[in-house]
């Protein structure tokens, strides 16, 4: 088979009327429409070249400006904004944020977007040609600064709560209630001042009190529950079948509270109450101190004044019955009478008592000197002491402080280095034999010292002067018996008797003297001056050597120095 070509033509025939009309129709629609596109483009380059006579911007009025005086306005008044401080007010305190730190910016572009400058937005050209135009400014604020700031400037004024304290004084409990504290909640801050910058400049803030650990409330309760109940009356101690009160006012002085862990728990200080129940039991006569048996003697007659013993209680670690008892109806503490024995029973004391003259010491001194005087007082006081087993004896607690009242009259001491005239002088000559009583009964001394220089009339080395409040002469009885001392004093000695249980044999043995120096001469014109005959000032050794049964027990080197005594000539006609 042969293929064979077709081809085919159209002929759209001759042009008509009808289709002349609707192309020139089209043509038409075409241009009216490019014509209206251009007016439409006129128009809003027009409209770019001015801003609408009732423009609003931020609160800026820029009606009838051209765009550029427009955009001018708008960037001044957000250059202010930027500049002024932002003050966040938090109840009484307040802070400052500044704008460029805390990241608070106002957009301009996007501000003036619309308002000035070519634009085809059918909207914009719409509110250009109405004639108003009112637009809140565009913000740029970087919320992570503002958020920093605003937390850095209220550390500034936070503060933390202060706790509350309890005390009990005069008698009454003094509590200072908790004052809470302050916290800016910082986030909600951070959208107030979003939600009113840059229309506001002061801003109240956000904050919220910080409570105390422990509230006014708690402190309310225990005023109410324990502080007033347990100061309201005395406190009734009841002993066996005595009682006795001890004062609110003092009860007060031994109670404490610790304010802690959201709570007030009170205490009550045993080392201060007990001293106060003691003494108010004593002073009701249900508590009492023990009483040692009580020598006394007519002569060398003995008489023993019976020993009695103590009533007494335990405060300590009474505290849960002693809070317990001050919030009670009956405020009663019931403690248990403790039963105290004396140190020297009657029993003891009769035992005890002296059997014989266990050491006697005499010195002497010429008559018809004033301090005979003061000797001869001295020695009637110290007379008839009674020294149990175990005791002390002090002269100066015995003797007192010599004075006229009771006969003293002046006479010589030693006063830094010189004689000199005091009330009293002269005792040391009593204190000197009582020492050496002392010494060969083989007592235990606690405390005495030689004159600064050396008396001829008294062994070297075993002598004792006395000063009242400075030096003092105290010895304890260690033998097996009680010890009386008997002192007598003549025109021209002094006697001193130890009697007591014969206890131990003692040896005095005096060194050598050495370190001698010798004294000075010393003329004195001065009122008042003593003549002072010179002795040589040294040093010496004297051992006491204590032996009981036989065997020696105790050897005791007791060292002495002596200053040299300057041989003071008075020329005044009032020294002697």
Not at 498 to 515: A, C, H, I, Y
Request: proline share 6%; charged share 25%.
């Amino acid at each position: 088979m042969q293929d064979t070509d077709i081809q085919t033509e159209t002929w759209d025939g001759p042009e008509t009327d009808s289709s002349r009309r609707r192309r020139r129709l089209l043509v038409g629609i075409v241009g009216a429409v490019l014509l209206l596109a251009a007016a439409y483009v006129g128009l809003a380059y027009y409209l770019s070249t001015t801003v609408p006579a009732q423009a609003v911007v931020g609160g800026v009025d820029v009606g009838g400006e051209t765009p550029e005086n427009a955009a001018r306005l708008v960037e001044s008044e957000v250059a202010k904004l930027e500049s002024r401080p932002v003050v966040v007010s938090v109840g009484d305190e307040s802070f400052e944020l500044d704008p460029d730190r805390a990241g608070l910016r106002i957009d301009t572009d996007a501000t003036l977007e619309g308002i000035a400058g070519f634009t085809l937005d059918p909207r914009a050209l719409y509110e250009h040609m109405s004639g108003n135009f009112e637009r809140e400014f565009v913000l740029a604020v970087d919320e992570e600064a503002l958020a920093s700031s605003i937390g850095a400037a209220a550390e500034g004024i936070e503060r933390d709560p202060v706790e509350g304290t309890v005390a009990f004084a005069d008698g009454a409990v003094d509590i200072v209630e908790p004052v809470p504290g302050l916290a800016v909640d910082v986030p909600a801050t951070t959208e107030r001042v979003l939600a009113a910058w840059p229309s506001e400049l002061s801003i109240e803030g956000v904050s919220g009190p910080v409570e105390a650990e422990t509230p006014a409330e708690i402190f309310a309760q225990f005023r109410e529950e324990f502080a007033e109940p347990a100061l309201a009356a005395p406190l009734t101690v009841q002993v066996g079948e005595g009682s006795f009160e001890v004062p609110a006012a003092q009860v007060a002085t031994a109670l404490t509270a610790t304010v802690a862990d959201g709570s007030i728990i009170p205490a009550v200080d045993d080392a201060v109450l007990a001293p106060l129940v003691e003494s108010a039991g004593e002073e009701a006569g249900v508590l009492r101190e023990p009483r040692d048996a009580r020598v006394r003697y007519s002569g060398t007659e003995a008489s023993v004044e019976p020993a009695e013993t103590g009533v007494a209680v335990e405060v300590t670690g009474q505290s849960e019955a002693v809070l317990a008892a001050l919030t009670a109806q009956d405020r009663t503490l019931a403690l248990e009478p403790v039963v105290t024995q004396p140190e020297l029973t009657t029993e003891r004391a009769r035992e005890t008592l002296p059997k014989g003259r266990i050491s006697t010491f005499t010195t002497y001194y010429a008559a018809g000197q004033s301090r005979v005087t003061n000797i001869k007082i001295a020695a009637r006081t110290l007379n008839g002491t009674y020294v149990p087993p175990g005791g002390q004896l002090s002269l100066n607690n015995i003797l007192g402080q010599r004075t006229p009242d009771k006969g003293y009259v002046k006479a010589g001491i030693i006063l830094n280095g010189r004689l000199a005239d005091s009330y009293g002088g002269g005792i040391s000559q009593l204190s000197t034999t009582l020492y050496n009583a002392a010494y060969f009964a083989g007592v235990e001394f606690n405390e005495f010292r030689a004159h600064s220089f050396y008396i001829p009339r008294y062994p070297e080395g075993r002598e004792a002067t006395i000063s009242w409040g400075t030096i003092d002469q105290r010895w304890t009885n260690n033998t097996k018996g009680g010890i009386l001392v008997r002192a007598f004093a003549t025109d021209t000695a002094v006697t001193v008797e130890l009697w007591g249980t014969d206890t131990f044999d003692v040896e005095s043995v005096k060194g050598p003297r050495r370190n001698i120096v010798q004294p000075r001469t010393i003329v004195d014109d001065e009122p008042g001056c003593v003549t002072q005959s010179p002795m040589v000032g040294f040093d010496v050794t004297v051992t006491r050597i204590i032996r009981q049964d036989g065997r020696e027990v105790k050897r005791e080197n007791v060292s002495t120095h002596y200053d040299p005594e300057d041989k003071v000539t008075c020329t005044h006609p009032d020294s002697r």
